[in-house]
C-alpha cells in the first residue's frame, strides 16, 4: 500500500523557516517523480514543486523560486522541502504527491498524503 | 503558464443527477489532462487522467473527454458519496496548473 506521511509544519513567523518531510513507503520510490502541492485555507490547489526520481532536476513555482529548495533521500525513501523567507501567503497544508507517470517532469499526482499545515504570523 | 479555467464554479445537484464540469486551458495541451475529487479536510484523489482514463478503483460513473483546450468531467449518476470539490489539472507543462475548482452540493 503507498504511502506518503508529511510532518514538519507548525506555526512559525514571517521570515522565518520550516523544513517539511515526507516519508513514502509500499512504492518504488527513487523510480518516480514527486510534487509539492499547497492549499491555502479555503482556497483551490497549487502546485509548489517538484523533483525529478534521482533528484537531480527541481522545478518550483515563481511563488516561492528562490526561497524554497526540494530534495530527496532515495535511501531513506524521503523527500524535504526546505521552506525560507516564510510570508503569511505560504499560510497553507502543504501535500507531498507521488508522480502518476514519468521520472521527471509534469504529470499527475496518483497517491497524495495527508497533509501539513503551516502556518505563517506574527 | 498555462492557465486552467473552470466551470462552474459551483453546482447543486441530486442524487442521480448527470453532471457535467468543464476545465479550458489557455492553450493546447493535447489530452494532457487530469481530474481531482477533494472532500473538506482530505487531500486530493485522482479519478481521471489523460484527459478520459479512469484511475484504478474509480468507479465508472465518473468519465473524462476533450482534448487540445476544451475537457469535461462528466459523473452519470450522482450519488452521496460524490459531493465533493473537483480539480482539474495541466499535466502538459511545468509549472503544473490547476483549475479553480467546482463545489457539488446537495440540493
Known amino acids: 500500500e503507498v504511502q506518503l506521511l508529511e510532518s514538519g509544519g507548525g506555526l512559525v513567523q514571517p521570515g522565518g523557516s520550516l523544513r517539511l518531510s515526507c516519508a513514502a513507503s509500499?512504492?518504488?520510490?527513487?523510480?518516480?517523480?514527486m510534487n509539492w502541492v499547497r492549499q491555502a485555507p479555503g482556497k483551490g490547489l497549487e502546485w509548489v514543486s517538484g523533483?525529478?526520481?534521482?533528484?537531480?532536476?527541481?522545478f518550483y513555482a515563481d511563488s516561492v523560486k528562490g526561497r524554497f529548495t526540494f530534495s530527496r533521500d532515495n535511501f531513506k525513501n524521503t523527500l524535504f522541502l526546505q521552506m525560507n523567507s516564510l510570508t503569511a501567503e505560504d499560510t497553507a497544508v502543504y501535500y507531498c504527491?507521488?508522480?502518476?507517470?514519468?521520472?521527471?517532469?509534469?504529470?499527475?499526482?496518483?497517491?497524495w498524503g495527508q497533509g501539513t499545515r503551516v502556518t505563517v504570523s506574527s | 503558464d498555462i492557465q486552467m479555467t473552470q466551470s462552474p464554479s459551483s453546482l447543486s445537484a441530486s442524487v442521480g443527477d448527470r453532471v457535467t464540469i468543464t476545465c479550458r486551458a489557455s492553450?493546447?495541451?493535447?489530452?494532457?489532462l487530469c481530474w481531482y475529487q477533494q472532500k473538506p479536510g482530505k487531500a486530493p484523489r485522482l479519478l481521471i487522467y489523460?484527459?478520459?482514463s479512469l484511475q484504478t478503483g474509480v468507479p465508472s460513473r465518473f468519465s473524462g473527454s476533450g482534448s487540445g483546450t476544451d475537457f469535461t468531467l462528466t459523473l452519470s449518476s450522482l450519488q452521496p458519496e460524490d459531493f465533493a470539490t473537483y480539480y482539474c489539472?495541466?499535466?502538459?507543462?511545468?509549472?503544473?496548473?490547476f483549475g479553480g475548482g467546482t463545489k457539488v452540493e446537495i440540493k
Open positions: 489539472q495541466q499535466s502538459y507543462s511545468i509549472p503544473l496548473t
Open positions: 489523460a484527459a478520459s
Open positions: 509500499g512504492f518504488t520510490f527513487s523510480a518516480h517523480a
Open positions: 523533483i525529478s526520481s534521482s533528484g537531480g532536476n527541481t
Open positions: 504527491a507521488k508522480a502518476a507517470f514519468g521520472l521527471v517532469g509534469a504529470t499527475a499526482s496518483d497517491y
Open positions: 492553450q493546447s495541451i493535447d489530452r494532457d
